[in-house]
């Protein structure tokens, strides 16, 4: 077990660098299965870096729906050993580097997705514990204007918008609607879609209560979906990006020659589905847009949610009702 003294020290590791505990605090599961799975462990061997690695001390985390899918044991077949410490995004300080490692050193303020593969072995020992080993290629430095709550809340979903808009080709001048423009994903294909791609035209669906905040992030058509059926509007787009698992009825609200990203569920052509590849020249590319404020981060209300609280903000992220972000700080 972790004594009190090594774990003060792990605490300001941050600042005094030159100190890294051989244990950590960690959530971790041996087994799949629902949120009860996941324990607080005290006593979780801190990881090893590669050559290629940094070691961050993790100060904030966010969860994703893949983190609860993973450990219901969806992608058993490609996963990594149990134990696992899940968890994705991180966003934290880098403590330790490997020798290969060029650009960072200790002491830099960074964030990423720290699993390169999402779905075909993602790392053991994920953001959800005081330190966690993430390849050099996958990190970017944090833009200096946003915390480190709002930093963890960007990089899984982040990519995943950015991949799926250039998989898709879509470029200025070209309308897109967006299913789901409330989540974690969603609210980030709306702002790159406008801010950064050129969109002339931005629609998404939404819950009543949510059409502000899609207006709020620049949508020009806010669809509420509890009253009004997407495709059958008069409506129609070049891309449609589904992040909610529409993608039999998504192909019916585009023009001809548009496509559709598909994140869940069934795709039909031209709609194609693809998984994020974990990238951290997508967060320097996207650096500039936050360091501006004209892409902002968007952190759930209802958090963000303290580490001992995982199990109440996983069991609030599976409700599906989340409004971007669901963030875990301070850790
Ligand atoms: P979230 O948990 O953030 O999504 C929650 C949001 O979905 C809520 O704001 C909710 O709004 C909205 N929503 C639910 N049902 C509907 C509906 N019928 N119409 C419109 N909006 C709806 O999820 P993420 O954005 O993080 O992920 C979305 C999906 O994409 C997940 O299944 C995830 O696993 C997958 N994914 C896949 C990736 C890949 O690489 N293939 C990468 C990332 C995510 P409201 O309360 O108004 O209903």
């Known amino acids: 077990r972790i004594s009190a003294a090594s774990q003060s020290a792990a605490t300001s590791a941050a600042t005094a660098s030159s100190f890294v505990p051989s244990e950590m605090k960690a959530w971790s599961y041996s087994e799949y299965g629902g949120v009860d799975v996941l324990k607080l462990e005290t006593n979780v061997a801190v990881p090893e870096i590669g050559e290629d690695q940094v070691l961050i001390k993790v100060v904030a985390a966010a969860l994703n729906p893949v983190d609860s899918k993973r450990r219901a044991g969806k992608f058993k077949a490609t996963d990594s050993p149990l134990p696992t410490v899940p968890g994705y995004d991180v966003a934290g300080v880098v403590v330790k580097v490997g020798k290969q490692v060029k650009d960072l050193k200790e002491g830099d303020e960074v964030y990423a997705d720290v699993s390169e593969k999402t779905l075909e072995g993602p790392k053991q020992f994920g953001s959800l514990g005081e330190y966690t080993a993430v390849e050099e290629k996958l990190v970017a430095l944090k833009p200096k204007n946003i915390g480190f709550a709002e930093a963890a809340s960007l990089p899984l979903a982040v990519e995943t918008a950015y991949e799926g808009l250039e998989r898709a080709a879509f470029s200025q001048g070209k309308s897109i609607l967006v299913l789901g423009g409330a989540g974690g994903v969603g ?145």
Do not use: C, M, W
């Open 187 to 331: 609210s980030l294909v709306i702002q790159l879609a406008k801010q950064v791609f050129g969109a002339s035209k931005v629609a998404a669906t939404a819950s009543t209560p949510k059409l502000d905040l899609l207006k709020s992030l620049g949508v020009d058509l806010a669809i509420d979906y509890t009253k009004q059926n997407f495709e059958d509007l008069p409506d129609k787009f070049d891309l449609v990006f589904d992040t909610v698992g529409q993608g039999d009825r998504a192909v019916k609200a585009l023009k001809e020659g548009g496509s559709a990203v598909v994140l869940t569920g069934p795709a039909e052509p031209p709609g194609f589905r693809f998984v994020i590849t974990s990238t951290g020249e997508t967060l320097k590319k996207l650096n500039p847009y936050l360091e501006s404020g004209k892409l902002k981060a968007i952190v759930d209300p209802k958090g963000p949610f303290p580490f001992d609280k995982v199990h109440e903000a996983f069991s609030y992220l599976e409700t599906g009702r989340a409004t971007g972000k669901v963030v875990i700080y301070p850790t």
